[in-house]
């Protein structure tokens, strides 16, 4: 499929990760619908772009929300392609140095948002897309954001390891089920990405984790996860399979 006049839903779009695929859409001529909670951020990156882009207020785990986003979408052209980056994590053990049990509501809420939220997206994304004119033998496609913590999980990292370990684990089947809709499915693994969120360590830490990544030694750019979830979109012989995008990163314990 061509991005080039077609609409892509963003989740996590209004920074990051997501913030970079937004960019790249606009810049190949696509439209895309900036889905996020931060309204601030959102209506900037979309006021920016202009008439390329727009932005929905998203929680991923509500489906009325990204009902509303995808009608959004919808008005704007044909959705071809939804790329799920909205994500949380925290670092906790799970017991501590106490004993005392990792708590609950926090491991559910990281599922929620993570797990629970990349599948909501799927889900109503590839029903809309099911009911596309084929192009080029295809409807649509629907990329995933997992991470390289779903193989390589750290300490601290039970949560959001289970969380993006469940994502791996639901793109083969999910790209089966959709086969006959000629949608789709497709998942990032992403290692260690300059974004906001790196961007308050110091510079000394910063360094420490670029030098852990075999080649190229560096923090990943965001226009790389970009680039490539826009590959996606155009290959049509990618399917079922989660990427590693990590510069040949394997995770220490710690």
């Given at each position: 499929m061509k991005i080039k006049g077609s609409v892509v839903l963003v989740t996590g779009?209004?920074?990051?990760?997501?913030?970079?695929?937004?960019?790249?859409?606009?810049?190949?001529?696509?439209?895309?619908?900036?889905?996020?909670?931060?309204?601030?951020?959102?209506?900037?990156l979309a006021k920016e772009l202009g008439e390329a882009a727009r932005f929905?207020?998203?929680?991923?785990?509500?489906?009325?929300?990204?009902?509303?986003?995808l009608e959004l979408a919808g008005s704007l052209g044909t959705l071809r392609a939804a790329v799920s980056c909205a994500g949380i994590g925290i670092g906790v053990r799970t017991i501590d140095k106490t004993g005392a049990p990792h708590d609950l509501a926090a491991f559910q809420k990281v599922i929620s948002v993570n797990l629970v939220g990349t599948f909501n997206v799927l889900r109503l994304a590839a029903s809309r897309m099911s009911k596309n004119e084929p192009e080029d033998g295809e409807r649509g496609v629907?990329?995933?954001?997992?991470?390289?913590?779903?193989?390589?999980?750290?300490?601290?990292?039970?949560?959001?390891?289970?969380?993006?370990?469940?994502?791996?684990?639901?793109?083969?089947?999910?790209?089966?089920?959709?086969?006959?809709?000629?949608?789709?499915?497709?998942?990032?693994?992403?290692?260690?990405?300059?974004?906001?969120?790196?961007?308050?360590?110091?510079?000394?830490?910063?360094?420490?984790?670029?030098?852990?990544?075999?080649?190229?030694?560096?923090?990943?750019?965001?226009?790389?996860?970009?680039?490539?979830?826009?590959?996606i979109v155009e290959n049509g012989y990618i399917n079922g399979e989660v990427i590693r995008l990590d510069g040949a990163l394997r995770m220490a314990p710690r």
């Open positions: 779009g209004a920074s990051g990760l997501g913030e970079a695929t937004v960019r790249e859409v606009v810049a190949r001529g696509g439209r895309a619908v900036i889905a996020d909670l931060n309204e601030e951020r959102g209506e900037h929905a207020k998203a929680d991923v785990s509500n489906a009325a929300d990204v009902e509303a986003g629907v990329i995933n954001t997992a991470s390289i913590a779903a193989f390589d999980g750290q300490i601290g990292q039970v949560a959001y390891s289970s969380s993006k370990g469940g994502i791996v684990g639901l793109t083969l089947p999910a790209a089966r089920d959709l086969s006959k809709a000629q949608v789709r499915v497709v998942t990032i693994a992403p290692g260690t990405f300059d974004t906001p969120l790196l961007g308050m360590l110091s510079d000394d830490i910063r360094a420490a984790l670029a030098a852990t990544i075999p080649h190229p030694s560096r923090l990943g750019r965001p226009q790389e996860f970009g680039a490539l979830a826009c590959h």
